[in-house]
């Protein structure tokens, strides 16, 4: 009985790594992308953390959550201004603001000087989000819409490209090859949950994959960001989940946060609020400082 | 200890039926979908079959395949003339032939009257795709991109709404709505594997989930058609995966056919030969009939 | 970057099957077990159906079904007289009747001819189950318990060794190969689903892994049995699943008939009643002549 | 259309804690187990750390690790001196040294005043692991094994118990139950790594859950080790996942050690070696710190 190994498979190979993704691999042990954006220096001693609502909800809110995000220590302000959605309704309290949505993210910007990063979902918002945002979000769900990642390489400006939930590390990478063969060097990672058979509560939907970021690190010179508000889908678990992000040495990382949030708009079970995200701040420091980095 | 579970998870619940896809949802056991595309019925008695290469390598290939498909008694030529890959890159033997290849599909069903099917990778091609192809395929990939979804929609034209392999049936249905809101009422779900622990091979990446038909035909009045030959990426399973679709009572079944499978363009391991194809027909028949329907 | 591949990790390679399961392992392709157990054939033409209640509930209800399972058609009688549940604690129409139960399983064998197949749950009831029964039925969740194995390999008796439901094909056909190291070669698999992400039902917890059919097959010469009740937890999808069970080529079919399903003592939504058992015997059959092979 | 909801599926319910795991279960939110083994304090501020080989090679070899885990700071030896494997055969480097690994385990202990677990794997040995370890270990394949969790638990020893790599979460403290029922109340779980698609490298087969830290945690006042080497399966991750593990708030590590990794007779790829493991263990301290614990 023959067993062949000749086609790739499931998992990453030494081949891949040469020929399919020369620009996302690694060229040796110590090779890491160090680069800044908006003053932030990603993968550097530095852990830039992203913080702030589910859904830019009102330019009061947002705002006022952008004060709190900069005093607490955050890096860059988030907020989706337009909001991919499972199902084509909306429900009135999940009304995306859109273009008023990235106004009232650029006055926050304005007031607080924390640099911003938003969702771009379609190609005609391009421009629109490129000449706005710090960072332009790529998505789980358009992680392989690779002529939008195209697209999006194109602008110049830095990406955030999310993992999807059901894909592997070597279609993540795949994707991220996408941006750079245009020339787009400022390409930043993010983690946030897998479909699994273990959620652990009947309300989650997502198990956070901690072993994607050594394994990522293993592979690219790329930066890794952590989103566990996604991935947990659930509170409590955050503030954990967020430390043992840091700890299994992520280059950034992403959190849900809102004034009041079991009244936020969307997803009112993850987000924390101030006081939660300040007090995480300080412990995901003094971990990153067992590491020899910093907040 | 409170478990809370106000929130929708995972699965399918009745609130999502009623609010998140009224359109897509059953309003009754014996409601199912039935309508004709280029004079094929779906949702009939008749499973309509859907063959054809993974790629249209040439000319004369497709034309062969066709004419192949057509004397076995397939109902639809399929194969892909833009192509989604998972890497930038495309060896030699992997170049898409685009809008040549359209018009070598076209050529085929004008020399044996079979309609067709090829995949629609980006917007601005949506209008060729749209006026050349009897069924718009949308990829895994893109079916969370529901812009492009959308914009698919509203050219009128029947669509394929392939599962991605890390959606669950939630995210399937939700997207299959995004279509039918639009009044674009031929919509045909394709089930193609899923990312699972369990694989079976080094060189398999995915497991055919066909309890996914019971399970789609138990919520949604759409046909629901089933790839083995995507899911098993092994030409030796294609054969019982595919007798087990139609035993499962799949609406529709796709095949990648190809006159020397072991050297296709692309996925050699997976395309069965006309003489397998054939006979495979024959007993995809025979079981058919024992549903009380037939191909 | 090198990425080492000399370790076995997730699939059966082909030194495996030389060296790890030798005596597991198909020798070529056409190899393949043919034995007879309690003069039923298995590995031949004939596809063998095991069938009963989840539970031995009453000697009453055990000798009814063993009728029924009879006059339908069935060639085993199955039901649990000894049942592992995953918590401590068993309702009161839960009580397993252990002793009694394997009692009025051999009086309903005595009545009918039927020959019967019990789950073995510990070491010491091995004698009396290996004396009673024709098969003894390895569950699930012992499936890695290798002295209990070994000891029930070394009684002579037929076994039959269920999946975990985590377990890979490479852990089972391993498992398998504890028994046959004995020289007991009377061993029949059993796939009876998945953990997955995908179970698309909240009341559901498996995925039935119908690739794994060819794919065992590819590896072994051992018969494979499906069993669509535990699999799908759902009697909706029973029928479905175990016609696709039979044209994806299983060896064997286990199914839970119960004369009240909803009042069935264990698992009440999955057991089918006696009319639905026998309109599927006959459906079987169909299918399975279709693959040059009967129920 | 009705969807079900009353029968339990994937997830722990409220009705569960009450009925199913009444012992398991938290009664309040700051409801933990407290308790002493051999001198060390589970479940309160220290953060207890269980080191040593796969297997217990050599006399020599386990007392220059035992002095060394001690050195280093480690509380526990461990070693497997009984292995499960999933084949029935072993290469010579893979023999177990059994009844003599036992004695050189005492032997270890005498001489450093580390205390010992060690894995049982049969009810015939229960008695010798049962008065020779300060811990008996339950290892994954024997996690729903539940006549032998009972006999385990009569003995009265503290007992680890390892997650199977395809349990739930409900399936593991169902097991745990089990324990707990015979009086038993020093249960310290273990998670190990899961099964998914997800393992980023052909020659890993698990995922580390550490979802499944705050999750536990939140169901049950028992305390959660973490054991990153057989999760990873890869000696560069190990460190990392160990991190993450105390960050998320693990109550216990449990890691591989050798004085000459790639040498080891087991597992070479995950082991780590003693200046590694030194290494770790100050910064796991230095993490515990900030979360108010301590190694």
């Known amino acids: 009985m023959k067993i062949e190994n000749k086609f790739p498979g499931k998992d990453i190979s030494a ?22 954006i908006a003053g932030v220096t990603f993968g550097g001693e530095q852990i830039p953390i992203f913080a702030g609502p589910n859904m830019v909800e009102s330019r009061e809110l947002i705002i ?39 106004e009232w993210l650029i006055e926050a910007r304005d007031k607080t000087g924390l640099p911003i990063i938003t969702e771009v979902m379609e190609e005609k918002y391009i421009p629109l989000i490129a000449e706005s945002a710090d960072i332009l979000q790529i998505g789980s769900r358009n992680m392989q819409n690779y002529p939008f990642l195209t697209a999006c390489a194109k602008t110049g400006r830095p990406i955030m490209l999310k993992r999807h939930y059901g894909a592997s590390l070597r279609d993540w990478l795949g994707a991220a090859e996408y941006i750079l ?18 959620t652990h509560r009947s309300t989650s939907r997502f198990l956070l994959d901690l072993q994607a970021v050594p394994a990522a690190q293993e592979m690219t010179h790329l930066p890794i960001v952590v989103d566990p508000s996604h991935a947990t889908f659930w509170r409590p678990w955050v503030t954990p989940m967020a430390l043992a992000g840091i700890a299994a040495g992520a280059d950034g990382m992403m959190l849900e946060v809102h004034p009041d949030p079991p009244n936020a708009a969307v997803d009112p079970l993850q987000a924390i609020d101030y006081a939660e995200f300040s007090k995480l701040i300080g412990k995901m420091n003094s971990i990153a400082k067992v590491l020899g980095r910093r907040i």
């Open 15 to 36: 081949e891949d790594l040469k020929t399919k993704f020369p620009l996302v691999a690694k060229q040796n042990p110590n090779h890491k992308s160090c680069f800044d």
């Open 64 to 102: 006022d959550i952008a004060h709190n995000v900069k005093k607490a220590g955050g890096h860059f302000l988030r907020g989706g201004a337009f909001k991919p959605l499972t199902f084509p309704y909306r429900s009135d309290n999940y009304t995306e603001t859109r273009e008023r949505g990235i």
């Open 181 to 198: 063969v245009e020339g787009n060097q400022k390409v930043i990672l993010c983690e946030r949950g897998v479909s699994t058979a273990h």
